[in-house]
């Protein structure tokens, strides 16, 4: 088991008391934030957590910074569209939007779990180094920059939609699943890591320095699981990007260190 997939299973009972309070139509902690500024938004949401481990935000509108830093045993379960930085620094929490997310999703986050029923804007999981990110639609552009893995941490992002361009741009670890078509220049000097791509690209569209091919046995446990746990996510919004992940091709860099030439030593 990949650590993103162990996150995914260990904030599953976290997201999932969350959305059973949404269904309910009530919940322990419960917060309305219309038109607030991002900082009172802010304010709002970390007093409703100090008083409960899952908290239903109704009537999010482009606040920034929503889920900041949330720790492992805590969930957020949001409707409408929270603003940039949605979880930025997630230290182990679970978060999950009924609408479409902006930029930044996941900046820099370090462990948990984002589920996004809609799409997302550029530059998702920056700098990401753990946890899990599902979205059931697309993404705009460099969904995966600067991606990056130590030891047993290996971040993930699972697209199921189309991605804009420069996905996984200087990438140096972690996992990207791509369901529908990337935009030009993927994986633009990427040194680490694996993007998954249902579709392969073309000859001509795959950049010096990284090779495609059809992904191998040691490939198909990471891949399925991961495809496992978007299908489980989006189970009754579209069809499965699941089924047999030997038809699937990977995207790898040919060499850890793609600039050594450029250096003396």
């Not at 809609?118 to 639609?137: E, H, P």
């Amino acid at each position: 088991m990949t650590d993103a997939t162990h996150t995914l299973d260990a904030g599953k009972a976290e997201a999932a008391a969350g959305t059973a309070a949404l269904a309910g139509g009530t919940a322990t902690g419960e917060v309305t934030l219309g038109l607030a500024h991002f900082k009172e938004a802010n304010e709002q949401v970390r007093k409703a957590l100090a008083g409960t481990d899952a908290v239903v935000v109704r009537d999010a509108n482009a606040q920034r910074y929503l889920g900041c830093a949330l720790p492992a045993g805590k969930s957020l379960d949001i409707l409408g569209t929270p603003g940039n930085d949605l979880g930025c620094y997630l230290d182990g929490g679970a978060i999950v939007v009924h609408g479409n997310g902006q930029d930044q999703v996941g900046n820099t986050m370090n462990d948990g779990a984002i589920v996004v029923h809609g799409r997302i804007g550029d530059a998702a999981g920056y700098a990401m180094r753990g946890g899990t990110i599902l979205v059931r639609g697309d993404c705009g552009w460099r969904a995966g920059i600067h991606m990056k893995e130590y030891a047993g941490k290996r971040p993930a992002i699972v697209i199921g939609g189309d991605a804009g361009a420069f996905l996984g741009e200087y990438m140096a670890g972690g996992v990207i699943v791509i369901g529908g078509t990337p935009g030009d220049y993927v994986g633009t000097g990427m040194h680490g890591g694996v993007i998954y791509l249902r579709h392969p690209l073309s000859t001509e569209r795959i950049m010096d320095g990284l090779i495609q091919e059809l992904v191998g046995d040691e490939d198909i446990p990471q891949l399925a699981a991961l495809l496992a746990a978007y299908d489980e996510a989006f189970a009754s919004e579209g069809p499965p990007l699941g089924g047999d992940p030997g038809s699937w091709y990977c995207l790898r860099a040919a060499s850890a260190r793609p600039y050594g030439g450029l250096y003396a030593h």
